[in-house]
């Protein structure tokens, strides 16, 4: 992903009223009403996995600069040249080792062990018990597919996330891996609508937010400013970017 303050700069005053709006509308509507959530970057730092990942590398590899290799590293977002030279490599070191270190990383990032070690984003354990509170539906809408899930809702226990019930709380993710994430996001739209009335999306990547924006015009569209993929996109101009849940 990209660098963290790509969207910083769009994060406006006032934006911490915006989730409470969000909250009052939920709880008129009650069990009606269906809020979607994204989870990496979203609802969760997944940083510290990144960060596990190259000290194990580096282990194998008998890399001693990895050893202390820390979430605070990744300052190009998600690419993995720079913590290598955060860390103390070179340039030259750094872009010999990266397609070894991306086949590793791509080994284990996505799997249920790894993702245990993500952490909550600031206020988001809160605000989606928040949620559960006004009578609304919580649905996670993440790109994670169905091997993650164990990890997935270990992790949200431990961070003290609302945990799904199948009911109230549900959590829908990709069948495979394999599987590209818009085109999933964009099926889960339909999912979305046999659960209730949308009156709220949530992601941190552009292109699915925007989606939210179009197929769901009455629904308070929100984007996470953490980190996203890189691609040349922005959110939409009405769309209210906000930092974080704490509020």
Not at 134 to 156: D, F, I, N, P
Not at 177 to 197: C, I, M, P, S, W
Request: net charge negative; aromatic share 8%; charged share 25%.
């Amino acid at each position: 992903m990209t660098a963290t303050n790509d969207f910083k700069n769009r994060v406006r005053t006032g934006w911490q009223q915006v989730l409470q709006g969000v909250l009052s509308r939920a709880r008129d509507l009650g069990p009606k009403a269906v809020l979607a959530f994204d989870l990496d970057s979203t609802l969760f730092d997944n940083l510290p996995r990144q960060a596990r990942i190259l000290r194990e590398y580096g282990q194998v590899h008998q890399i001693a600069a990895l050893a202390d290799c820390a979430p605070h590293h990744f300052t190009g977002g998600w690419d993995l040249r720079a913590p290598l030279k955060n860390v103390g490599l070179t340039a030259e070191q750094a872009e010999a080792l990266y397609p070894d270190l991306k086949a590793y990383w791509a080994e284990r990032f996505f799997t249920s062990e790894y993702c245990v070690d993500d952490v909550a984003i600031e206020g988001a354990a809160a605000f989606t018990h928040k949620v559960v509170a006004t009578g609304a539906k919580l649905a996670y809408v993440t790109g994670r597919q169905e091997s993650m899930r164990e990890g997935s809702v270990e992790c949200m226990r431990r961070e003290g996330l609302a945990l799904p019930d199948g009911k109230n709380v549900v959590l829908i993710m990709k069948p495979t891996l394999e599987e590209d994430d818009d085109a999933f996001k964009r099926v889960a739209h339909a999912r979305l609508r046999e659960l209730g009335e949308v009156i709220a999306a949530f992601d941190n990547e552009p292109t699915h937010v925007n989606d939210y924006r179009r197929v769901f015009p009455e629904a308070m569209s929100i984007h996470l400013a953490t980190d996203h993929s890189g691609r040349p996109v922005v959110p939409l101009e009405d769309i209210v970017s906000v930092p974080h849940f704490g509020i």
